[in-house]
């Protein structure tokens, strides 16, 4: 699985649970930090990767 997959996996759970009702805003906005997070470090070490 590749990272940006397993980012929009653990990001579509607490969002389908937001729509829901079932969680708060600043609930999801912290789940969305967490995957944006996942998300540059992934690009970040993909660049690194490529320089060297």
């Known amino acids: 699985m590749t ?3 397993l ?3 653990l990001h579509g759970d607490p969002a389908t649970l ?4 079932a969680i708060d805003k600043v ?4 789940f ?3 995957c944006l997070r996942l998300y ?3 690009v970040r070490s993909k660049g690194l990767q490529a320089i060297l």
């Open 18 to 21: 937001h729509d829901a009702g």
């Open 32 to 34: 969305d930090a967490i």
């Open 3 to 5: 990272t940006n997959k």
């Open 40 to 42: 540059v470090d992934s």
């Open 27 to 30: 609930t999801m906005g912290e």
């Open 7 to 9: 980012i929009e996996s």
